[in-house]
């Protein structure tokens, strides 16, 4: 059953430690404010920039300053990415003509790529023109990336620094992270994708002769024509492509994302897209081992990310095995399993992966439909994200999300022994504990309270187009994915409405800068104390029993908000299906 799912699972893991280790040693260097080595060429542009910004744009900053910083630079980039979808229609490289998008989905899209979710309630060939989707869209996943980062960066800095009142400079931390890090990365993945056959071009669409003609009813007419030409959607995918995947955005420049051929061709772009999306969120843990100065912390976060992300990437792929009853009953041939919304040239394992992979990343890109999974299949990247995408999770965001759940478990050890909780050498006081606990019920109180509303409310009820449990989990996945900044959807919903667009506005925002403030509050409070030695009572926190303790409390503060709703879900679902 797992011969072609283990095999996958092995080598992209392996793969995936050989390119992240080299990078996160590479990224805290560019957390220091010292030349990186091998590109100091871009070190006279960085340093051109901050000349143009003037000698204050690199003081030292508090976490308070640090903050006002980063939420003012991107509601700024929220209200750009706003004005130029209703705009377009009147802009240069628009050469199909789009009209100007709505002012709900225009809000709705300036916040989802802002805040790094990049969720999609339109078709993006249909909807975006190449300038709003070259400079808006993909401008904002450079952006909200190295946003992510920089939150990291300055976390991790908390708690390696001794009695600083500062944690960084934001704005030194953003012009890093892009220039080193996001676009020489996305420069070498965008030629790889060219080279694969991912579209690069400034064409609207090419005209291609069909290889079987077929008759077709004009608009408003009875009489016929025959189609001998398809117009088929380009622009430039593959530049977008890599820094949707590296920084986990997940906007597709086509509606079926990674499924398209022009954006995901084969095999071993699937394989390289998969990659990209763990990449930076893996290497961010060598990184934090790095500048903390004991590797073997950050060996700790990635053995757990990767503990709970293989057993469930191994639970949807044993689902996605099962045969649908439904199906089977119709005389369809189900002996490969569920292929319902899948790829035949990626089949079910690399489908499944990358359902897990997408989902446990923050990313959101799909090369299939979550919507056509089985119930428990579709369940697995519904309670990634409900994790609180701590499980590799955004670039920055997921390392700052587990590091915040390694407190809350160093505090629960420390309850348990009757010793003051401390984490490499910082110990934990209520402060601390009061800001963790905000950074993980916030997207637990997003998801219930908007599923609650949406379910109840007439303008939601409309939305769904399968009543019963399916319809309540596509709107529970909808919540879940807009809270927690994924962006991928069970898209039977009908979400493109001023209803959802507005509640999920709300959520994405929230969401996103509900958890950021008071990551960056836990960074200050630590930053400012003194960083003790270890002593012979000091708790390891790099061991089985640290990366035991640290998986059991990411899952059951994770998963136990959102059992009851689970259980209206995808649980009845499942059982109805295979009660038939």
């Known amino acids: ?47 051109l920039l901050y000349r143009a910004a003037g000698n204050g744009s690199i003081g030292a900053q508090g976490w308070k300053a640090y903050a006002l910083s980063l939420v003012a630079f991107n509601a700024v980039g929220a209200l750009a990415v706003y004005l130029l979808q209703r705009v377009q229609a009147w802009l240069p490289f628009n050469p199909e003509g789009l009209a100007n998008v709505s002012a709900d989905s225009s809000f709705n899209t300036a916040v989802s790529f802002t805040t790094n ?67 020489p990365l996305s420069i070498v993945l965008a030629v790889f994708f060219a080279s694969q056959g991912v579209v690069q071009s400034f064409a609207a669409h090419v005209d291609a002769q069909v290889l079987d003609a077929a008759s077709y009813t004009l608009p408003d007419s009875t009489q016929t024509a025959l189609a001998t030409t398809q117009a088929i959607p380009m622009g430039p995918v593959a530049s977008q492509e890599a820094i949707k995947l590296l920084g986990t955005n997940g906007g597709g420049y086509f509606n079926a994302n990674s499924a398209h051929p022009f954006e995901n061709p084969n095999a071993l772009t699937n394989f390289v897209q998969m990659l990209a999306i763990f990449l930076i969120p893996a290497g961010l843990c060598f990184t934090f081992g790095r ?49 319902e919304g899948k790829e035949t040239r990626f089949g079910i394992a690399a489908s499944s992966l990358f359902a897990a992979i997408t989902t446990a990343a923050s990313c959101g890109a799909v090369n299939a439909m979550h919507d056509s999974f089985m119930p428990l299949g579709g369940m697995v990247p519904m309670v990634l994200m409900q994790l609180g995408e701590v499980i590799f999770g955004g670039v920055g965001s997921g390392l700052y999300g587990m590091l915040v759940f390694a407190i809350l478990a160093v505090f629960i050890a420390g309850l348990m022994i009757g010793r003051t909780p401390e984490y490499l050498g910082k110990k934990i006081g209520a402060y601390e504990m009061k800001m963790a606990s905000l950074v993980i019920l916030v997207t637990p109180c997003l998801v219930l309270l908007g599923t609650a509303i949406a379910v109840v409310a007439d303008p939601g009820k409309a939305g769904i187009a399968n009543p019963g449990a399916h319809g309540f989990s596509e709107i529970l996945y ?25 509640l999920l506005a709300v959520a994405m925002w929230f ?43 990411v899952l059951l503060v994770g998963v136990l908000n959102y059992v009851p709703a689970l259980a209206l879900g995808p649980v009845v679902e499942h059982l109805q299906l295979f009660a038939k």
């Open 291 to 339: 500048m903390v100065g004991d590797m073997r912390q950050g060996w700790a976060v990635l053995a757990t990310m990767s503990l709970i992300f293989v057993a469930a990437a191994t639970l949807a792929y044993a689902a996605e095995q099962q045969a649908n009853p439904v199906r089977t009953a119709l005389g369809v041939d189900t002996s490969a399993g569920n292929m």
């Open 511 to 553: 969401g996103r800068f509900g958890v950021i403030i008071p990551v960056l509050a836990i960074a200050g409070s630590l930053a400012a104390r003194q960083r003790l030695a270890a002593n012979a009572g000091t708790m390891p926190t790099h061991g089985p029993m640290f990366v035991g303790l640290l998986a059991g409390v």
């Open 1 to 47: 059953m797992f011969a072609d799912f283990l095999p996958l699972l092995a080598v992209f893991l392996l793969v995936l430690l050989l390119l992240s280790y080299p990078l996160g040693l590479f990224m805290a260097r560019v957390a220091d404010s010292a030349a990186v080595p091998g590109m100091r060429w871009l070190g006279k542009v960085e340093a």
């Open 117 to 183: 979710t990049n969720w999609q309630g339109y078709s993006g060939e249909q909807t975006m023109s190449i300038l709003t989707q070259m400079l808006a869209l993909a401008g904002q996943n450079f952006f909200s990336a190295a946003t992510g980062i920089a939150v990291a960066f300055a976390l991790i800095r908390g708690f390696a620094v001794r009695s600083s009142s500062a944690i960084g400079n934001f704005w030194v931390d953003l012009t890093r992270i892009t220039l080193y890090v996001l676009l």
């Open 478 to 502: 909808a919540l879940s994915s807009a809270s927690n900044n994924n962006g991928s959807a069970f898209a039977g919903l009908s979400a493109n409405t001023p209803f959802y667009n507005s």
